[in-house]
């Protein structure tokens, strides 16, 4: 297990610094006492549920802070924690009030209750506290004369040695809440932060959510939408919100929309990458709880330096070999299905091994990839190479199209002469796509500035009623 030095003990602060690290999904406060965490957990985005034990201090904390948390009364050994269910739990300074024999099953039942890439936060005395010989909790069995509750030295690394740990301490910290002849004082106390290991199984493509019709999310949309334009589901760029600062509007906007997630720095038909991205990618991701995540089948990194335009591979066989070898590092790493993008093609390559649609069908298919069909990007290939759209969807694996994305408003850089696609065009080429693949979800984009509401209304009931799903 990687250990993180620390350098003091675990407090309010540094709690509330790790937020961003937290995946979508409940966070659970076990004994959370007055309630300023749970509380400033849901402020900033996050489902909390609040066990205590003491019903006078949940009292206080439901007049405090409202019911933005859930303020559940009940002792934590009995309170019914669901499998594989929590981002989080946090579990602060309760363990010494525990019976000691009931210790080892609390953490497995704690390490079961979060779901993968969940943290789990401990903090409790250990055998070099003064209180190590008080018997501050009886034991359920009656017989055991044994301190409760203490965490043994290398204890917590024990039971965790299959988790990567974040942070960890072992010391004298000011702590309250403990009998003494003050509300606070010096403790010593033994703190883990571990996040559960990510599920790396194979991808179950037929078990994918049907998502709906969608929204490629912008800055002002959300504002302007009134409840019958809402879409389904709304996908975020995500490179726009890479950083731990901006987490918070995630988190909250992911409490109005389910979320799925584009890239566009992952350039992946590079040799050379940047680690760290695929690294923010994954926080996001946890964050989002994106059922896949989209980048397009391109490279934008030349000798290692971005150029921001998204190039189109050579649909050879020594790029294929290379995309392949990049896609089996970012599955090591990120669990979450990833749908390739079909490219521009702005015009033939003179060396080709294959045409692109047998190029991309065997770059999801070997590397186990999904596909977003961007329709714009279809049609424009029909101008440019005069490649016949049809044809190029009956060449792709039809379990492996997952979304189909277009954009009504739309120009190309490079191709000026080239604006807009007809509205009868897209949703022949999507009746057809939908009849014949495993098509889950829409993706529109839109703009309040140039296109009507009532357009993006019935467009959203368009791609509904083809989809087959109710509103």
Known sequence: MSQTASFGALRFNQILGLLPWIPAGPVCDLGCGSGHLAAAMASYGLPVTAVDIDADALAKARQRYGSTVDWVHSDLRTYRLQRDAYAAIICFNVFAFIPNGERARLIGRLKAALKPGGLLILSSLNEQDSLAAEKLARASNQIT????????????????????????????????????????????????????????????????????????????????????????????????????????????????????????????????????????????????????????????????????????????????????????????????????????????????????????????????????LNLNHLLINQQTLGMDPYAFIDALPAERLIQVQWRAKWSHPLLPELVGVADKQIWELISYLVKRTAVRAICLEYSPATELPEILLKRLQQARILLGVSR
């Not at 929204?215 to 726009?240: K, N, R």
């Not at 990120?334 to 190029?359: C, K, R, S, W």
């Open 145 to 372: 004369r044994k301190p409760t509750g203490l965490l043994h030295c290398g204890e917590l690394q024990e039971r965790l040695c299959d988790w990567e740990s974040l942070f960890y301490f072992r010391g004298a910290a000011e702590v309250s809440g403990f009998p003494d002849e003050t509300l606070e004082s010096t403790r010593q106390l033994s703190q883990i932060v571990a996040r559960k290991p990510l599920d790396f199984g194979p991808i179950d493509w037929p078990a994918l959510p049907q998502l709906g019709a969608g929204l490629a999310w912008h800055t002002g949309l959300d504002s302007s939408l009134v409840p019958t334009q809402q879409p389904d589901y709304m996908e975020i760029l995500a490179d726009h919100y890479l950083e731990p600062h901006q987490d918070s509007f995630i988190a909250q906007l992911c409490q109005k929309h389910p979320l799925t997630l584009r890239s566009q720095n992952l350039s992946i038909g590079s040799a050379r990458r940047n680690p760290g991205y695929l690294d923010a990618l994954q926080r996001l991701l946890a964050r989002t709880n994106s059922p896949w995540w989209t980048e397009q089948l391109a490279y934008t990194h030349v000798e290692g330096r971005e150029n921001y335009l998204f190039h189109a591979l050579p649909p050879t066989e020594e790029a294929l070999e290379q995309v392949k070898q990049n896609l089996r590092q970012v599955r090591e790493q990120i669990p979450t299905p990833i749908l390739l993008e079909n490219i521009i093609y702005l015009h033939p390559f003179v060396q080709a091994d294959m045409d692109p649609a047998g190029f991309m069908s065997l770059v999801v298919t070997e590397a186990d990839c999904g596909i977003s």
